[in-house]
């Protein structure tokens, strides 16, 4: 028999050359030939399955074979959803099923509206959207308050985008339909002036359309108004309404600025104190949510007014104190009107034949409410009392603002629901503009007005072909509307199509993950968190590349991507990348397989979507094998069949030949004991007794982390000195004759580096057993 030494480096020392031998072989050849023409027609997991060639040689590839017969274990494994860490091949122990369910992914050809990712980012952007509200409400308004005591005309106030914007939403002017000649004659105007525009235009107007309207109301009750009369009747009484609310926002406008007949500030400022806030009460009240500035302004009204509160009928009556108290405790539901409150208030939670123990059935809600307040049965105060006390009024204000947005985060949480039911069941684009649910979220929540956009404009922006620089959403100049044709896959016909990603949602986590593993399994809790982070950059910059030539102008995905592949990236140029991108992935002489690291590169680049252009490719692929999962399924058949006949004059052989191939990827002590054959290795470089493998699995972990530097074993010289004295000391330990010259060469002799500790150790376990 050969050593096991000169076997082993027969095979190793050209890796290439020994597995070309085997794949030129008649039986591997006609399997692969079979595989490779066989597996691309193949759409589902039955068909697959069925085929006993096809799933045997995938089986043999991953070191499965032993699991052959067990077809519905692996039919759960093949139909694991990866992007969930709770699925069934995700849940496995064993690594190898997770990679066998990578290579037949069911999701790279299948249409969908929105992948998960764009479903995230849209209710990202949703609910970013609404955090901005608060945030924007309150810049603008730092903003407004600075600039307005600094104008000194109606046109420097006009002329200023934020400022403008400002006053118009405060006083719902429309900003696309509005006229600055006459918002210029209102600010202008002056109630005392006889001649402003105020009394000249706006106050016969406003006496003209209540006038109308009350003519209108008095025809309505007539007994011999017709019904068609009477459609068109309360029709003029709803236009009448709009045109007398927009005179009175004009008034309101008018009345809160100084300015002089002339367009110029009036008093030093255009606007006093107190105006500038009503504005800003306007302006923070336009927006129809309780934003975080909506319920500061409540809490200080409350406060002010409950002081001078003396009746439970003076705060039902005070919408804005009645609205603060139904939200501080919770009583919200259409159930609760004026006079539950008022009964509450006037009700003693401690006599159980109260309204509150009662009718209330003791509603600890009621309860609350009661004590929070010092009202008397007849609704009054006793001589003395305030409605509440200071630490009520804390308490009652610490409520609120506990609890006073509960009414739109149920209602975004309703919508959010509501899209992603209506969304899962959209076929086409008729089904995105005819349902509400999905139309209105979605041009929300890129800070679009569903209200007021043109349904024709957003079926063109979403039928847009992005790799089209000509095509109609880039002739529109806005962000938003790219942003929205983004996040939905519907083809230039208006059907739902294939995502067209650089990576599959899959691969980017996978891509992502094996980064993180690489960068960390060795490194300090700092190089850890910059791994994360690289991670979290790579996955969210990733969905967002559209070509080659978007992806190379990044470096940092290039190199993340690199080095995720165990490719260095200082050993490649750009131009370099792009040929093994554009290479011919079956020509041996192509840029890519002249590569040393040739398979690296073929799991690279086999992981994106990438035509020999550069381009994403956007045709469907029914099919459950992907790109990267044939190629790789390809390389590892190869390496499991030498493995296998190496094994069959020598199993030293096969073993050392696994571990190369296997060190690479340990991520700790407890890798290396999970598999058989890498501990056997392990036991056997170290002269470790049978006992070994009986020992708690914690104290096996502690010896290998003492004797064996997991880092080293990405060198491969470090690997090459390794494998030597394995295959030494296997020979000998199997009583294999073993050349002196061969046994110096690869640092020979009977016990190698274990630790006095360690033998200490094994030889109390002898004694103990």
């Known amino acids: 028999m050969v050593s096991t030494y000169l076997d082993y480096n027969l095979i190793a020392r050209d890796m290439k050359v020994s597995l070309k031998r085997v794949s030129d072989q008649t039986i591997v050849a006609r399997d692969t030939q079979y595989y490779r023409e066989n597996i691309g027609s193949v759409t589902s997991v039955d068909e697959f399955l069925a085929d006993y060639r096809l799933y045997s040689y995938a089986m043999k590839a991953y070191g499965l074979s032993d699991m052959i017969e067990s077809v519905a274990f692996m039919r759960k494994v093949l139909e694991s959803d990866l992007s969930d860490d709770n699925s069934f091949a995700n849940k496995l122990t064993d690594e190898r099923y997770r990679e066998f369910a990578m290579a037949f992914s069911f999701s790279?050809?299948?249409?969908?509206?929105?992948?998960?990712?764009?479903?995230?980012?849209?209710?990202?952007?949703?609910?970013?959207?609404?955090?901005?509200?608060?945030?924007?409400?309150?810049?603008?308004?730092?903003?407004?308050?600075?600039?307005i005591d600094k104008i000194t005309s109606v046109d420097q106030l006009l002329n200023d985008d934020r400022l403008r914007s400002y006053v118009f939403t405060a006083y719902g002017i429309d900003e696309n339909t509005y006229s600055r000649e006459t918002i210029r004659s209102i600010l202008s105007s002056n109630s005392s002036d006889p001649d402003s525009y105020e009394n000249t235009v706006l106050e016969p107007r406003l006496s003209e359309l209540e006038a109308a309207k009350a003519e209108a109301q008095a025809r309505l009750k007539e007994p011999d108004v017709t019904a068609a009369e009477k459609l068109e009747l309360e029709a003029k009484i709803a236009t009448y309404n709009k045109s007398i609310a927009a005179t009175n926002s004009y008034l309101a406008m008018a009345a809160a600025f100084d300015f002089n007949a002339d367009g110029t500030v009036a008093a030093g400022a255009a606007q006093t104190a107190a105006n500038k806030e009503a504005t800003n009460e306007l302006y923070v009240y336009s927006n129809p949510r309780v934003t975080p500035q909506t319920a500061?302004?409540?809490?200080?009204?409350?406060?002010?007014?409950?002081?001078?509160?003396?009746?439970?009928?003076?705060?039902?009556?005070?919408?804005?104190?009645?609205?603060?108290?139904?939200?501080?405790?919770?009583?919200?539901?259409?159930?609760?009107?004026?006079?539950?409150?008022?009964?509450?208030?006037?009700?003693?939670?401690?006599?159980?034949?109260?309204?509150?123990?009662?009718?209330?059935?003791?509603?600890?809600?009621?309860?609350?409410?009661?004590?929070?307040?010092?009202?008397?049965?007849?609704?009054?105060?006793?001589?003395?009392?305030?409605?509440?006390?200071?630490?009520?009024?804390?308490?009652?204000?610490?409520?609120?603002?506990?609890?006073?947005?509960?009414?739109d985060d149920e209602a975004d949480e309703k919508a959010i629901s509501a899209y992603k039911t209506a969304v899962a069941s959209m076929t086409s684009l008729d089904d995105f503009i005819g349902t509400a649910k999905i139309y209105d979220f979605a041009l929300k929540a890129v800070g679009l007005d569903p209200d007021t956009e043109s349904a024709r404009t957003i079926k063109r922006v979403l039928t847009s072909d992005l790799t089209d620089p000509k095509s109609f959403v880039y002739t529109l100049n806005d962000e938003r509307y790219l942003t929205l044709a983004k996040l939905f896959n519907f083809t230039t016909a208006g059907e739902v199509g294939v995502p067209a990603l650089a990576q599959s949602e899959t691969q980017i986590q996978e891509t992502a993950k094996t980064y993180i593993v690489n960068k960390s399994r060795f490194g300090s809790e700092d190089d850890k968190a910059a791994a994360k982070e690289e991670g979290e950059y790579y996955t969210a910059e990733i969905a967002k590349i559209s070509s080659l030539d978007e992806f190379l102008a990044d470096s940092r995905l290039v190199s993340f991507a690199l080095e995720a592949h165990g490719i260095d990236p200082e050993s490649v140029t750009v131009d370099l990348i792009r040929d093994i991108f554009t290479s011919n992935l079956d020509d041996p002489e192509s840029v890519i397989n002249q590569q040393e690291n040739s398979v690296a590169f073929v799991t690279l680049v086999t992981s994106f979507n990438f035509d020999s252009e550069g381009n994403l490719l956007r045709e469907a692929k029914d099919v459950i094998i992907t790109r990267q999962g044939l190629y790789e399924t390809l390389d590892r058949y190869l390496h499991q069949t030498l493995e296998e006949q190496a094994g069959?004059?020598?199993?030293?052989?096969?073993?050392?030949?696994?571990?190369?191939?296997?060190?690479?990827?340990?991520?700790?002590?407890?890798?290396?004991?999970?598999?058989?054959?890498?501990?056997?290795?392990?036991?056997?470089?170290?002269?470790?007794?049978?006992?070994?493998?009986?020992?708690?699995?914690?104290?096996?972990?502690?010896?290998?982390?003492?004797?064996?530097?997991?880092?080293?074993l990405s060198d491969p010289d470090e690997l090459k000195k390794l494998l030597a004295r394995f295959t030494v000391l296997y020979d000998l330990e199997n009583n294999v004759s073993v050349d002196p010259i061969v046994s110096v060469l690869a640092g020979g002799g009977g016990s190698i580096g274990i630790s006095a500790d360690t033998l200490m150790q094994l030889s109390q376990l002898r004694i103990g057993g």
Do not use: C, H
């Open 296 to 407: 500061l302004l409540n809490k200080a009204y409350f406060e002010e007014k409950i002081a001078s509160t003396t009746t439970v009928d003076q705060l039902v009556a005070d919408a804005r104190l009645y609205d603060y108290v139904r939200t501080a405790f919770d009583l919200n539901q259409v159930t609760i009107v004026p006079a539950t409150i008022k009964n509450i208030l006037t009700s003693d939670p401690d006599d159980p034949n109260s309204y509150i123990n009662t009718i209330g059935k003791g509603n600890e809600n009621y309860k609350a409410l009661a004590r929070a307040f010092n009202f008397q049965a007849d609704g009054t105060l006793a001589a003395g009392d305030a409605a509440q006390t200071a630490e009520q009024t804390t308490l009652t204000s610490n409520r609120y603002m506990t609890r006073y947005n509960d009414k």
């Open 108 to 147: 790279g050809g299948t249409a969908v509206s929105q992948t998960e990712a764009q479903l995230d980012e849209l209710i990202g952007l949703y609910s970013t959207g609404i955090l901005d509200i608060g945030e924007t409400q309150k810049e603008e308004t730092r903003y407004y308050n600075i600039v």
């Open 648 to 712: 069959e004059d020598n199993q030293g052989v096969r073993l050392a030949l696994y571990f190369e191939r296997m060190a690479g990827s340990l991520v700790d002590a407890y890798d290396l004991l999970a598999d058989d054959a890498l501990a056997e290795v392990f036991r056997t470089i170290f002269n470790l007794p049978d006992e070994f493998r009986s020992m708690d699995i914690d104290q096996q972990a502690k010896i290998v982390e003492k004797n064996l530097d997991l880092e080293k």
